[in-house]
């Protein structure tokens, strides 16, 4: 049995949830879409891309509980860590976007790179979290 749990002690990669993510919820990736929805600092485009993120993580979600045969605690590690790692990619988009949407004086113009780059991470984590339950 000891063997069964060995993987756990190989290096991991980081897996560390930043503190803005913890709130309002129990699930930092629905957290990261309610910061972003709830901004009021995107298009549609941006709400929209969001709001199918969170929809994908809700299905990834009943898609592991439900899988037949049930997934191990291994196997439900390692098809979470892609979507885990595409979730702080997205993030730390968001955070790029919004902190040069605040230092360019509110205007959105400005941040086009950023907000591109929010979108295709965005874009990015729901095709991880859509290929994780569908590989």
């Known amino acids: 049995m000891a063997g069964e749990w060995d993987w756990l002690r190989a290096p991991q990669p980081s897996s560390e949830v930043p503190a803005a993510l913890y709130a309002p919820t129990a699930s930092p990736s629905l957290n990261l879409g309610v910061q972003v929805i709830g ?13 199918q993120y969170m929809a994908e993580h809700a299905r990834f979600q009943m898609w592991m509980a439900s899988h037949e045969p049930r997934l191990g605690f291994q196997q439900q590690h390692e098809r979470g860590q892609a979507p885990f790692e595409a979730m702080l990619a997205a993030y730390e988009a968001w955070v790029a976007f919004e902190t040069a949407y605040q230092a360019s004086g509110r205007k959105v113009d400005r941040v086009r790179d950023e907000r591109e780059k929010l979108k295709a991470a965005l874009h990015h984590a729901v095709d991880v ?7």
């Open 39 to 51: 901004s009021n600092i995107v298009g549609n485009d941006v709400v929209e891309l969001a709001a």
């Open 129 to 135: 979290l859509v290929h994780a339950r569908t590989a």
